[in-house]
């Protein structure tokens, strides 16, 4: 399995972004999808994940009222719309998959195969 994120950049603080992940190889095998992201100095932390086929997203407390998780499976593709930025929201984003349905939050850990990341900058 391949995961390809993009769609990172430079916005200003209250903007947004849509973040885009493809996935590749063997997606027939693929539970769970999440997005995490890991700022300068911290720890790679989860942002927000969705079953593969069918099923709802789930959030981080924190982010569930200003980020989206969505599927489009004909495409093979798991994007994270983000509005409503703010500095501390800058980070690299990854996207990374799980053979396992899971249902709720997971850490790092729990997810097998991971993407190349794409940079968020948001400045006040």
């Known amino acids: 399995v391949q995961l390809q994120a993009s769609g990172g950049g430079l916005v200003q603080a209250g903007g947004s972004l849509r973040l885009s992940c493809v996935v590749s190889?063997?997606?027939?095998?693929?539970?769970?999808v999440g997005w995490f992201r890991q700022a300068p100095g911290k720890e790679r932390e989860p942002v927000a994940s969705?079953?593969?086929?069918?099923?709802?997203?789930h959030y981080v407390d924190s982010m569930k009222d200003r980020f989206a998780i969505s599927r489009d499976n004909a495409r093979n593709t798991v994007a994270l719309q983000m509005n409503s930025l703010k500095s501390e929201d800058t980070a690299v984003y990854y996207c990374?998959?799980?053979?396992?349905?899971?249902?709720?939050?997971?850490?790092?850990?729990?997810?097998?195969?991971w993407g190349q990341g794409t940079l968020v900058t948001v400045s006040s």
């Open positions: 990374a998959a799980d053979p396992r349905r899971r249902v709720g939050i997971w850490p790092p850990s729990a997810y097998d195969h």
């Open positions: 969705i079953p593969w086929r069918g099923g709802i997203g």
């Open positions: 190889g063997g997606t027939f095998g693929i539970g769970t």
